[in-house]
């Protein structure tokens, strides 16, 4: 069996990359992460459609179909001067915690997480604690362990 140590180390590894990996996704180049691109709905023979339209040159008070521009492929947002991300390194790491708290999310999204969290707990509480210097110990591994994750 392994050591709280190296199980507690794995969690930040696992961590680490499922935000590693949040960063990919809302740091590529594409139009649903440019901080101008919205979506707009509109009913179509009968059906809901949606285009994403760029909303740089757009007023507050509405779209302006003179200024509408289509932006809804790859290759309109890899070339656009103009684009800037959505979402910030502090956003993405907000986001993370958002879900990590939320038990019905981080269960679906992260079983690893929960696996590792749930080793670390029988690990800690499988110890046998002979005095009151470990006890205390534990106890403050603990209450560091919950501010730091």
């Not at 069996?1 to 190296?6: D, L, Y």
Request: with cysteine; hydrophobic share 35%.
């Amino acid at each position: 069996m392994r050591s709280p140590g190296a199980v507690y180390r794995k969690l930040k590894e696992v961590k680490y990359y499922h935000l590693i990996a949040l960063y990919r996704k809302f740091f590529r180049k594409i139009p649903e992460n440019c901080k101008y691109n919205q979506k707009y709905e509109f009913m179509a023979d009968g059906q809901v459609r949606e285009i994403r339209l760029c909303i740089l040159h757009q007023d507050k008070n509405g779209i302006n179909p003179a200024l509408v521009d289509l932006c809804e492929q790859l290759h309109h947002s890899s070339r656009c001067d103009a684009f800037i991300f959505r979402y910030t390194k502090e956003d993405i790491k907000k986001l993370l915690e958002q879900e990590l708290s939320d038990k019905v999310i981080r269960e679906k999204k992260y079983p690893d997480i929960c696996a590792l969290e749930w080793v670390l707990e029988r690990s800690i509480a499988g110890t046998g604690i002979t005095s009151w210097l470990q006890k205390l110990y534990y106890v403050i591994k603990k209450y560091i362990f919950k501010i730091f994750l």
